[in-house]
């Protein structure tokens, strides 16, 4: 049996630490990336619609059941839609799109399986609010991508 000299020893532990984050490190992006891959599903009829993809989206890590905002500019005259799309399973989705006055504008509402919908026709020109939540109910962090179009 051959030892590794101490100073040998340390740089192969260092060499194969360095070599599980690097293992490791796509794994948090592909977890975004496929919660992104299902917002852009849920987004399919849409476009089949006439609906535009806007290449800009919002994503990251969330603990699970608690609320995130993101405030956007919206045009009187466009129909949006905003798809929210998570990489865990058994997620439960709130999605909802308020005015300045925190009314929710929403027209429709739908959630399935690893994504959740919302359509809102803007009754005027001005920057709203899409708050949301995602509750798992196996996981503490969940990663989400949140997405929209217009027509």
Do not use: C
Not at 12 to 28: D, K, M, N, Q
Not at 107 to 123: C, E, I, Y
């Amino acid at each position: 049996m051959h030892f590794l000299p101490t100073r040998h020893f340390h740089r192969a532990a260092a060499a194969f630490l360095a070599a599980l984050l690097l293992i490791g490190a796509p794994l948090t992006h592909a977890t975004i990336d496929d919660a992104h891959s299902f917002a852009m599903e849920a987004a399919t009829p849409f476009v089949e619609q006439g609906f535009i993809v806007r290449e800009d989206y919002w994503n990251g890590e969330v603990k699970s059941g608690q609320k995130l905002m993101v405030r956007h500019q919206m045009f009187k005259g466009n129909e949006y839609a905003f798809w929210l799309g998570t990489a865990s399973e058994d997620v439960t989705f709130e999605l909802k799109v308020l005015d300045e006055k925190g009314k929710e504008i929403e027209l429709d509402f739908k959630s399935q399986g690893m994504f959740a919908t919302v359509r809102v026709n803007p009754p005027k020109t001005g920057t709203y609010s899409v708050v949301f939540s995602l509750t798992s109910k196996k996981e503490k962090g969940v990663y989400w991508a949140l997405a929209y179009g217009y027509r």
